[in-house]
């Protein structure tokens, strides 16, 4: 089961200004083959899926945890292709003035078309994610070492989105997912040595370039998080600590850190009505009606 929590990894800042095609480019993050989308689903199936793991416990508690870790990489990089979304139409409740005309000559018409302009499971050229990217042999050395290319695939294309971006709060969602992604790299890794003796570290990095090139994954870096692997649960998953802990990073040599739970977060940034878009579409709701009954209900708001 998942426990869900109302916050985001992250602190994201408000745009300056509505950037659609950084929104669009981000998107391959969100929905594309190497993207979160396919993050979650490959490591969720594959601990669904998971035999003998009783006996392979460590394994097993890895994979679940990053897992969890995986629906929360979804999230933020949702409410980053949205921040970056609001305020690119003309709002108003009138549809003879053509609010959106302006996305007619945007790159993906689908944030306004199939959207209340907003994220969606596609990558940057606007085609849908589908469970055809999921990888599930159900043999544990084909699935981690799919895993670790899944990974420094992903680590790839955020290197490019990154360079095509410049809106300071796509830089620092992307700068995030480097240290983050990096971190499921060389637990990877990491899983593959313990199974099989082969030392896969020295891979490392793929590509062949430093997370600290990039300043907005160097700033999570030197806050030590490409040194920590999350459980993302109160008590269970402890044994991904056998795989992870006593180990050293391959790119500074620092220490790695096992910590059972989560980070803090912060509270996710509350989006804007777009009422061109019928977004939500509820202008009738009257708010005192849940104000009143939360006060019955002893619920603070």
Known sequence: MILR????????????????????????????????????????????NFRGRNKLRPFYDLTASIAGEEYGHIEVVSYAINLLLTGVTKRGHNPAEAPLKAA???????????SGQAALPMDSMGHFWNGQNVFSSGNLRLDLLHNFFLECGA????????????????????????????VHVVAYARALEKL?????DKLLPIPNLSNDKFPDAKKFMDEKMHLKLYTFSKDDYKQAGMIWEGGFH???????EFIQGSMEGFPAPDLE????LNSP???????QMFMDMAKKMGIKL
């Open 281 to 287: 579409g509820e202008d009738e709701y009257d708010p």
């Open 104 to 114: 007619a000559d945007l790159r993906n018409t689908h944030h306004y078309i199939a």
């Open 273 to 276: 009505e777009e009422p061109q």
């Open 5 to 48: 929590m109302d916050r985001l990894p992250i602190e994201l800042p408000t745009p300056s200004n509505p950037s659609p095609n950084d929104a669009a480019a981000i998107q391959e993050l969100l929905g594309g083959k190497f993207g979160e989308m396919s993050t979650l689903m490959n490591y969720t199936y594959q601990s669904f």
């Open 196 to 200: 099989t003796g082969v030392a896969v």
């Open 155 to 182: 680590r790839a294309n955020k290197m490019r989105v990154y360079e095509m971006v410049t809106d300071p709060t796509a830089r620092k969602m992307v700068g995030y997912l480097l240290v983050r992604g990096g």
């Open 250 to 256: 391959p790119e500074d040599g620092q220490p790695l």
